[in-house]
């Protein structure tokens, strides 16, 4: 599968030297940032199809290095420009400067970059601004990592190539995969996922690629797999750790060839579509174990997605915990509208497991079953002490350790209950025990 990068993007030429932050929070809005020295030889070099702003940043630039950005941004007239200025009553002349009139908008140190995006965004026409802003919508966040994250999304999503997303459990691999569909080529193709790990191994082969009538007992009639109604489109494959090795040989066809067979016949078709991998597992160490091929590792880790957890994440905790309930609030007449000061400070405290899952899980249930305006620990069922070892947070690790040895052994056990049972060591009526106590349904896993 070749490479086809869209040809069109959005260019910001900084005429002077951007910050870290101030690039890459362009960058993850959809700007490429080019920074043009004045004191260096340049040109802007501006392609056809492209949209290309010039921000002047006045706030390191000498009347010299002012001059050279005069007559290159007098070669591109029709080139917007905007301006960073320096802090009111830190200007001097350049204030004045004739550079000024030019520009559409000035933004004083220190800049409100959220303004200025907004300001670049108005510049588009409408598909456009679709494709950029309301497509990462739902991968919120202000922290470094988050804003790296999607600025290499953004940079991921043109190129047809495979995209392996790692990360762990609750951080949005499934949202980033979509996000990767919708901003590539084939955002108005199919989009098809699997729970690699949530099929019975006797059936993966059928339910990827498809079987033939009389292929086995059972089949009456002949199937289409995921890969055929997903031609031209995108395939997510997650927890793609658990694909047993006939069928990783079988996707490793795919990834090289891009033909599937079906089962019971030997004829090969030919599919087209673009293959993203998600996997909370060390891909490298199964690699060693030799429960995962190899060869097929190295094709799907072509281009590499890392989900950052939410306890690495700074204050994007507060600003998910906002988002979700006033989301929540819009959809169901209740009380809270609110945190209190501890509910907030315990939220930054804890080490979120179950990362943004978690956290929308617990901001929904406590908005429930709050009896005041502001949430509280309580409510949120979090411990108050700063190191974020108290007891009912040390009881909820141990929950979700028990919920996930749960559903990893009935996922090895092929949902057999007694197989699940001598694996853990415990009896069958305590593996229906902990199925019911942690709300999960045999028949819905299978």
């Not at 030889?41 to 000498?62: Q, T, W």
């Not at 990893?408 to 025990?433: D, E, I």
């Amino acid at each position: 599968m070749a490479a086809a990068p869209d040809s069109s993007k959005r260019c910001v030429i900084w005429f002077g030297k951007p910050e870290a932050r101030e690039k890459v929070m362009l960058a993850a809005d959809g700007w490429q940032v080019r920074a043009v020295l004045p004191q260096q030889p340049a040109d802007i070099g501006m392609r056809g199809g492209d949209m290309v702003v010039g921000l002047i940043d006045f706030r390191s630039s000498s009347d010299n290095e002012l001059e050279r950005i005069s007559q290159l941004t007098a070669e591109h007239r029709h080139m917007p420009l905007f301006a960073l200025t320096p802090a009111q009553g830190e200007g001097g002349a350049r204030a004045s400067h004739p550079l000024l009139a030019a520009c559409r908008q000035q933004f004083p140190h220190p800049p409100d970059i959220k303004e200025l995006l907004r300001q670049l965004q108005s510049l588009g026409d409408a598909p456009l601004a679709l494709a950029h802003d309301e497509v990462l919508d739902t991968l919120l966040g202000e922290s470094d990592v988050m804003l790296l994250m999607r600025a290499t999304l953004r940079k991921f999503a043109p190129v047809d190539l495979p995209v392996l997303i790692t990360g762990e459990t609750g951080t949005g691999k499934e949202v980033a995969a979509h996000a990767l569909h919708r901003l590539s080529s084939r955002h108005d193709k199919p989009f098809q996922a699997v729970n690699c790990g949530a099929i019975p191994s006797t059936l993966v082969q059928s339910e990827l690629f498809g079987h033939e009538r009389g292929a086995f007992t059972g089949a009456t009639t002949r199937r289409h797999g995921l890969f055929e109604t997903a031609h031209n489109g995108t395939v997510f494959l997650d927890e793609i750790g658990d694909l047993p090795l006939d069928a990783q040989t079988s996707l490793l066809r795919v990834l090289q060839e891009g033909t599937i067979e079906r089962v019971g016949s030997n004829q090969p078709i030919h599919v087209d579509v673009r293959i993203l991998a998600a996997t909370h597992v060390d891909l490298e160490r199964a690699v060693d174990k030799g429960s995962f091929r190899r060869d097929l590792y190295y094709r799907l880790n072509v281009l590499r997605l890392s989900m950052p957890p939410l306890r690495s994440r700074g204050g994007d905790i507060e600003l998910l915990s906002r988002h979700f309930l006033a989301d929540f609030r819009n959809q169901h007449r209740i009380r809270a509208r609110g945190y209190s000061t501890e509910a907030r400070h315990a939220m930054e405290r804890f080490p979120w497991p179950g990362n943004v899952r978690e956290l929308l899980n617990r901001v929904q249930r406590a908005a429930i079953t709050a009896e005041g305006e502001l949430i509280t620990c309580q409510d949120l069922e979090l411990g108050q002490d700063g190191n974020g070892a108290s007891h009912g947070e040390l009881s909820h690790a141990r929950t979700h350790a028990e919920r996930e040895t749960l559903l990893s052994c009935l996922q090895q056990s092929h949902y057999n209950v007694s197989a699940c049972a001598r694996m853990m060591k415990v009896s069958r009526v305590t593996v229906y025990r902990m199925c019911r106590k942690h709300q999960l349904t045999l028949e819905g896993l299978r």
